[in-house]
């Protein structure tokens, strides 16, 4: 019987799911949209997990959770371990890259940039309300161009002069693609432009102010686009390195994180028909007022949050 343990990161924009060996290796791995309902997704990931390991007689040892929805899924998962997704993306690029320093991450709606000295975190940084740093504004460039965001990279590598678009913001940089393509602007230079955009709005709010220093580990979803990566090489001056998983470091991370919180139970794959379900109310013990919400496991209510004090905790709502 061999052993593996869970990782899932769940994102606005997508969920990720590995399950890796004693050596973290990734032994099974699915990436999908959110698409609003991280219940439903993460039940899909753990459907097609389980497919992947059936025949491999493998025990889930342990669970762990990241991403912005990290809380809720932990709970349905009964996880052992519940981190936040700077920590989680730092221990899985480690693990691929033992030696990175800076770690640039652009996801669907979110980024972050990892600092690192000897393998421990010193600084980092989010996007605040800006996505002109992020994969979804790609790919709302993309439909705009007609263009599937999946070619993006590759027709910016056949410009020979980049368009300069404006990078401050969305609504900015939208606008001036318009007026670029308008005015005669070639595809290819404008998707290209489009690429440094998304690095020079990256680097000028997320990485402002950050030492920046090689080796250079690139991931996230948009890490896939060999467009970005040329831009964010010929900005930093830099080897930018992009490992074959580089989407799956979070969800890497975290189950990386739960082999060392394991408690001698396995977990159960099989959740496609446990009925999972969330319900807001509005606690009205005190003046508070707090929104509550409850979490309920076939109907049973096995967790909730929310709640500013003693009065709206779940001994109270059962």
């Keep these: 019987m061999l052993t593996g343990y869970l990782g899932v990161d769940i994102g606005s924009i997508s969920t990720k799911g590995v399950i890796i060996d004693e050596n973290n290796n990734i032994i099974a791995n699915n990436y999908i949209w959110t698409e609003g309902n991280p219940i439903k997704a993460v039940k899909s990931i753990i459907k097609d997990l389980k497919n992947q390991i059936e025949t491999k007689n493998i025990t889930i040892a342990s669970v762990g959770t990241t991403g912005s929805a990290r809380k809720l899924i932990g709970v349905m998962l009964n996880a052992n371990v519940v981190k ?36 421990i975190v010193v600084d980092y940084a989010m996007n605040t309300l800006c996505a002109a740093g992020t994969g979804s504004f790609l790919t709302s460039q993309a439909k705009r161009l007609g263009i599937d965001v999946e070619d ?6 056949t410009s020979q002069n980049p368009t300069k678009i404006a990078a401050r913001c969305t609504v900015f940089a939208e606008s001036d693609l318009v007026h670029k393509a308008q005015i005669g ?15 020079t709005n990256y680097l000028n709010n997320v990485g402002k102010g950050k030492n920046i220093k ?4 690139f991931q996230g979803g948009v890490s896939k686009n060999i467009g970005v990566i040329k831009a964010f090489e010929e900005v930093t001056k830099e080897k930018v390195f992009v490992d074959d998983n580089s989407h799956l470091m979070g969800a890497l991370g975290v189950a990386i994180l739960g082999k060392g919180h394991k408690n001698g139970q396995n977990f159960d794959l099989n959740i ?10 509005e606690c009205k013990k005190c003046s508070n007022n707090c929104e509550i919400i409850c979490f309920y496991k076939d109907t049973v209510l096995i967790d909730m949050w929310g709640n500013k004090c003693e009065n709206g905790g779940i001994r109270n709502e059962e």
């Design 84 to 119: 936040n997704e700077i920590t989680a993306h730092a221990i899985g690029t480690l693990s691929i890259f033992p030696t990175v320093k800076t770690i640039f991450e652009i996801g669907g709606q979110d980024s972050k940039i990892i600092i690192i000295e000897d393998g």
């Design 152 to 157: 993006f990279g590759d027709i910016a590598l």
């Design 185 to 199: 602007h070639k595809i290819e230079d404008i998707v290209a432009g489009l690429c440094m955009a998304v690095v």
């Design 214 to 217: 090689a080796p250079i580990a």
């Design 272 to 281: 496609t028909d446990i009925n999972f379900e969330t319900k807001g109310i």
